[in-house]
């Protein structure tokens, strides 16, 4: 871009007998010293410009239109222009008494252009940071690859064919949220129902209590190596994701949002950098991994939030209703055994607490939500996972009604819920974490 173009339309009231031609126009311009207009040439603190004004009357002649041009030939006086163009908004405001009309505006795609790639980098700085973070500390199954076959054609998954991971696909400030969104890792309802019965705070697990304090994965995990709270980046990432939508939105973009551009990304990137550098440092736990894709996968789509929370509330009653129908002396097997649902439900099938066909659909469940958590890659179409939800809802209606009946199994429950079965020999290969959740 060697010259800069800009357009302004001007409304004014035409009962108005102020400034009613162009000559009057070019008066009321040259009111500022610094400016001096003569024919198609406006000269601004000594730099000279092309100017061309046009006046007319709109249609239905109630108001007068003044309409400016003004050109920039050489890209290095764009300070000069940038200022003359001040001084005609502000003069222009005086005569219509409101701001003029942008019809083009070089200076602004001239910023906007610029802003870009420094913005660009950035973004993919923090994809880059969170995809390591999530291959080498979390363990997801971010490539295609680790999908088993007969899950995508069993359940009609529609699988990303890029070769390109989740991340590149993610919106700008939803990219944030990965690292710097807190969530909670505690059972809420849980803990507030244990807060409720509660007679004295004594009685409340101390470490369950904390996990109720929302916290980032940037502050739990990054903060240490690091030395900066979330609280700091996020703050300066959403201004960004602002400025950026003016970028995206081919809006006009100023000097001074420019600049505001330059600051934040320069705040921001050394403090990604110091994480990207600092990602061998930081250690989880099994559990821990667990919870950052389990946050992930929420963040990816609202759906699979509500799944994941249904299946963590079976999941506990599932622990609760093998607890009650167990033998004191085989209650610490259940215990040791309770973070994985496919014991449980042997447990509970053995036992005669669950029907076989019960015990099969809630397997089938787990290993969705094992998909749904584990392989960013996966998504599934908003009706198939509603209808899961509703399967869910319905298998979890008749644990609790287990559990309210001190575990006595109704001879009703072996009947469907209304769900999508899957092939027997392929829900056995679809067998994915049945140790973990």
Known sequence: MNSLRVEYLAIVDGTDGFCADVTALGHLLQSDRRLLLQGNTVTYDGQNFVCEIQAGATEDQTNRFFHLAVVCDDIRHRDA????????????????????????????????????????????????????????????????????KEVSESIKMKIASTGSTYLNHVDFIQLSHFLFKPYTTGD??????????????GELVLADVKRLIPRSNWDRYFSAVVKCESEFIRIRWERLYELRNHVAHNRSLG??????????????????????????????????????????????????????????????????LA?????????????????????????????????????????????LRNVIVHHSDVTFPESKLNREITKL?????????????????????????????????????????????
């Open 81 to 148: 222009f940038e200022a003359l163009l001040k001084t005609l908004r502000r003069l222009l405001y005086k005569l219509a008494n409101k701001e003029p009309q942008v019809l083009w505006d070089d200076v602004g795609r001239y910023h906007a252009t610029n802003a870009y790639p420094i913005i660009h980098e950035l973004e993919n700085l923090l994809r880059k940071l969170i995809t390591k973070f999530m291959l080498t500390k979390v363990g997801l199954g971010w490539t295609k690859e680790a999908v088993p």
């Open 188 to 201: 809420t309802k849980r803990i507030l129902d244990d807060l409720d019965k509660s007679k004295d705070v």
């Open 255 to 320: 000097r001074a949002e420019f600049q505001d551009i330059e600051s934040l990304v320069g705040e921001i990137r050394p403090i990604i950098e110091n994480a990207l550098a600092g990602v061998g440092d930081v250690v989880l736990s099994p559990s821990e991994k667990e919870t950052v894709a389990e946050n992930v996968a929420i963040n990816r789509h609202a759906l699979n939030g509500e799944y994941i929370e249904l299946w963590n509330r079976t999941h506990e009653k599932l622990f609760a």
């Open 323 to 367: 607890m009650l129908v167990s033998s004191p002396e085989n209650q610490q097997r259940v215990q040791r055994l309770g973070n994985s649902p496919a014991s449980l439900l042997n447990i509970l099938s053995d036992g005669g607490a669950i029907p076989g066909s019960i015990r099969s659909q809630l397997k089938e469940c787990s290993r």
């Open 393 to 437: 809802r319905s298998l979890l209606d008749i644990i609790e009604t287990q559990i309210e009946r001190g575990g006595s199994p109704d001879r009703n429950d072996h009947l469907s819920v209304g769900h999508e079965n899957l092939e027997p020999n392929n829900a056995e290969k679809m067998e994915l974490d049945d140790d973990g959740k």
